[in-house]
């Protein structure tokens, strides 16, 4: 294994902005901590919170380094104390708190996965932050079931397409909608069951015909503004409304009569500020009930595209541009 240097470039936003105020920076390689491992990051995902950071929305937890990146997939090149130095030389896919857009990053052990041999570097760094999002959003707070029928916005995203196939793998109806038709056969190879392009069909409409007007069970919504009051008219008897983003504005009108007379609930959570302990308790339950199916094949990202680390402001735009089938990723 090379010798771990002193120093690295990774890549930080230098001012709240656009993505042209990504740069490389240098920083020191970290050391890890008790119950951490560092990590020579072979491959690190991009995700929407990575844009909020850019942009000034949101600011990691004091002490969190300023290096963007949620979620990296490395060999673990030292272990910290209380970490046992058999994992040297493993490959994890780690959740983060930050520091993944760089050649070495610390994860927590008790935030990894063991990346099963079925997956390339570039596939592993996809999943973390999509698997602990879906499975605490769609299955916790959204309690979606065996047989139940789950509408799921932004399908051709990076945690569409996962929350897709985890769906359809729990044996659940799914209905997708996306903005472009050339996607719409591919989402239903990915397991959708009805899929809906939002610019020339009304989604409630739909969900009324394909449930035979029963209605939706769970709502995973990336939209916000208007379409959370048409989510809530999509939903059936006692469904769960699960918000994770607000694309079109986080200030939305609802009725609150539809709720009530309908006994439906409104759930919502980010996964960043979660506590360490709650990181953990998802990433037993992750262990236990999906990582099977990685390895088995039944549960894959969808890869668009993999860059090199300093193409990290073209990665950004393309990201925004809301054209990216899938996941992008980034490679020291």
């Known amino acids: 294994m090379n010798q771990i240097p002193a120093e690295m470039q990774a890549i930080i936003a230098r001012e709240p902005g656009d993505a042209t105020v990504l740069t490389l920076a240098g920083r020191p390689v970290p050391a890890p901590g008790p119950g951490e491992v560092l990590l020579r990051v072979h491959s690190a995902g991009i995700n929407r919170p990575d844009i909020m950071q850019r942009q000034g929305?949101?600011?990691?937890?004091?002490?969190?380094?300023d290096v963007l990146g949620l979620e990296a997939c490395g060999e673990v090149a030292a272990c910290g104390p209380g970490v046992p130095d058999a994992l040297r030389g493993q490959r994890l896919m780690s959740l983060l708190a930050g520091g993944g857009y760089a050649p070495w990053c610390v994860a927590r052990v008790d935030h990894s996965l063991t990346v099963p041999d079925a997956l390339d570097d570039a596939q592993a760094s996809a999943l973390p932050e999509g698997l602990f999002t879906v499975?605490?959003?769609?299955?916790?707070?959204?309690?979606?079931?065996?047989?139940?029928?789950?509408?799921?916005?932004?399908?051709?995203?990076g945690?569409?397409?996962?929350?897709?196939?985890?769906?359809?793998?729990?044996?659940?109806?799914?209905?997708?909608?996306?903005?472009e038709r050339d996607r719409l056969d591919a989402l239903r190879e990915l397991g959708a069951d009805e899929v809906i392009c939002f610019h020339d069909t009304d989604f409630v409409e739909?969900?009324?015909?394909?449930?035979?007007?029963?209605?939706?069970?769970v709502v995973l919504d990336i939209v916000g503004g208007d379409y959370v009051r048409r989510n809530l008219q999509a939903l059936a008897f006692g469904g769960r409304h699960v918000s994770l983003s607000f694309l079109q504005g986080s200030a939305v009108t609802i009725e609150l009569l539809t709720l009530m007379q309908k006994q439906l609930s409104l759930h919502s959570s980010t996964?960043?500020?979660?506590?360490?302990?709650?990181?953990a308790r998802m990433a037993v339950a992750l262990r236990r009930h999906v990582l099977p199916l990685v390895a088995a094949g039944r549960i894959r990202p969808r890869m668009a595209q993999s860059l090199p680390l300093?193409?990290?402001?073209?990665?950004?735009?393309?990201?925004?541009?809301?054209k990216v089938f899938g996941k992008l990723v980034l490679k020291p």
């Open 135 to 157: 499975w605490h959003n769609l299955f916790e707070l959204g309690r979606l079931r065996m047989g139940e029928t789950v509408l799921i916005h932004g399908g051709g995203g």
């Open 159 to 179: 945690i569409g397409t996962l929350a897709i196939q985890m769906a359809h793998a729990a044996g659940a109806r799914v209905i997708a909608t996306d903005g």
């Open 271 to 279: 996964m960043r500020p979660q506590t360490d302990a709650e990181k």
């Open 206 to 217: 739909a969900c009324a015909t394909f449930t035979q007007g029963r209605g939706v069970d």
């Open 57 to 65: 929305v949101s600011k990691p937890a004091p002490g969190v380094t």
């Open 310 to 322: 300093v193409e990290a402001v073209r990665a950004h735009q393309l990201l925004e541009s809301g």
